[in-house]
């Protein structure tokens, strides 16, 4: 198995503009979870779904940050417009009903 | 807001010692897992430890956990260079729940 994908690595933009960042869940995991990592804040959940439907978004931070879970092997989280305190590592983590996550290598998103 | 909170911030030992970290947390769990993690790299699971066991073993890795003292400590022995990492206790209340992370050990391993 390939583990969770996430896409792009490395993101740099710039402020007002809109970021899309890419997530697949390992086969069969029907939990996938978003995470941000800063250092201030360390690793905080901002949403996560079960079988495609978010259950708690209430760790987005604000309207400008979206997600979508459109099937099994796909989520996306949008930032739009972006500001530099978006700036961060973004994680998606998927699991299976054992509870173990899996995480992916992140995406490191740098606005300017 | 972060559930666990790991203790030291920051240790630094010389290879072949044993580096130990704890964290407490403030709720009820129903598990309570290790996360490493390499600078500038995503988060590996290390060991997952349920509410009703008092002592795990992997490897060169011990899990304690106390639930009556919502802690719990981490023993890494005969300690590596490649082990130098950041090390975070993760905690969940009840089945898929998400974890909720500590803000993590800084453990330096010197050669």
């Known amino acids: 198995d390939a583990g969770v994908i996430q896409s792009p690595r490395h993101e740099v933009t710039e402020m007002g503009q809109e970021v899309t960042l890419r997530c697949k869940p390992i086969s069969g995991h029907d939990y996938l979870f978003w995470y941000r990592q800063t250092m201030m804040r360390g690793l905080e959940l901002l949403i996560y779904?079960?079988?495609?439907?978010?259950?708690?978004d209430s760790g987005m931070p604000e309207d400008r940050f979206s997600a979508k879970m459109p099937n099994a092997s796909f989520s996306t989280l949008k930032i739009q417009p972006s500001e530099p305190r978006d700036s961060a590592v973004y994680f998606c983590?998927?699991?299976?009903?054992?509870?173990?996550?899996?995480f992916g290598p992140g995406t490191r998103l740098t606005v300017l | 807001s972060q559930q666990g909170e790991e203790d030291p911030q920051a240790l630094s030992i010389q290879e072949g010692e044993n580096a130990t970290m704890n964290c407490s947390y403030k709720t009820s769990i129903n598990n309570l897992q290790w996360y490493r993690q390499n600078s500038g790299r995503g988060l590996v699971h290390l060991i997952l430890?349920?509410?009703?066991?008092r002592e795990k073993h992997s490897g060169r890795l011990r899990v304690t956990l106390d639930t009556s003292k919502k802690s719990s400590s981490l023993l890494i022995t005969a300690s590596r260079a490649a082990d130098t990492a950041s090390y975070f206790c993760a905690t969940d209340a009840q089945g898929n729940t998400p974890l909720v992370f500590g803000k993590g050990t800084r453990l330096s391993v010197i050669a």
């Open positions: 430890i349920r509410s009703n066991e």
């Open positions: 779904f079960n079988n495609n439907v978010p259950i708690d």
């Open positions: 983590a998927s699991s299976s009903w054992t509870s173990l996550k899996f």
